[in-house]
């Protein structure tokens, strides 16, 4: 069983790795802005919610994308068997330890966190870009540099977090989408 928290900041490139990771290691994708996003969708009460949140480039609150989490690793068992990657959480320290607990209480644990590092103004270019051709609400220049503060000021601690428990692999984000999975592939196989 492999599980891996792909980390970095918005524009990193951790959903472009993760559909390579889980094909390659085949793993169980969970994407809390995809699981966000889909019930945005659908119309529900977690996505009214949730939207709110999203538009400003604020992070929803802790508690309610950990009860999000646990309900999504319950729902899919069999699915992630071999393994989960996690995309998009845990993206503050409460929503870390949280994670911890999940998976312990379910026999698990994080093997390996894969922090894609890549420069700022290279990120606000991917995320200017991505909305162009998704029109994804909150890839806009304003939201996209509200949500790098937020990047920095509640989620880049846990680079820290994970160093000491010496779980963070270090990943050049920079170059083409194979080159960068090739970085990967090569630190978790040794890891
Ligand atoms: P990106 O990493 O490009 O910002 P995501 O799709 O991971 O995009 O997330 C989009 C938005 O969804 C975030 O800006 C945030 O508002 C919300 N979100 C996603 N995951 C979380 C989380 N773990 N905790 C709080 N909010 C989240």
Redesign the pocket.
């Known amino acids: 069983m492999l599980n891996i928290v792909i980390f ?5 490139g ?2 472009t790795q993760s559909d390579k990771l889980i094909e390659h290691y085949n793993l169980f994708h969970i ?4 699981v ?2 889909d019930n945005i969708r659908r119309g529900t009460e977690l996505g009214q919610i ?1 939207k709110g ?2 538009d400003q ?6 508690a309610l ?1 950990i009860d999000i ?1 646990a309900q999504v690793l319950d729902e899919n068992k069999e699915k992630a068997q071999e393994g989960v990657i996690f ?6 320290i409460p ?1 870390a330890e949280a994670l911890e607990q999940l998976l312990a209480e379910r026999g698990t644990q994080i093997d390996a966190v894969v922090g894609l590092e890549v420069p700022e103004e290279e990120l606000i270019k991917r ?1 200017l870009l991505r909305g162009q051709m998704s029109g994804r609400a ?2 806009n220049e304003e939201t996209a540099r509200k ?1 790098l503060e ?2 920095h000021n509640q989620t880049s601690p846990l680079k820290a977090y994970y160093e000491e428990q010496g779980k963070y692999r270090a990943i050049n984000g920079l170059g083409t989408i194979d080159g960068i999975f090739e970085l990967i592939k090569e630190t978790l196989d040794n890891n």
Do not use: C, E, N, W
Not at 8 to 12: H, K, Q, V
Not at 31 to 34: E, Q, R, V, Y
Not at 87 to 92: A, C, E, L, V
């Open positions: 970095g900041a918005p524009g990193s951790k959903g994407s809390t802005g995809d966000l996003r949730a949140f999203i480039g604020q992070l929803v609150p802790d994308i989490l995309d998009g959480f845990p993206r503050t929503q995320i909150d890839d949500r937020v990047y």
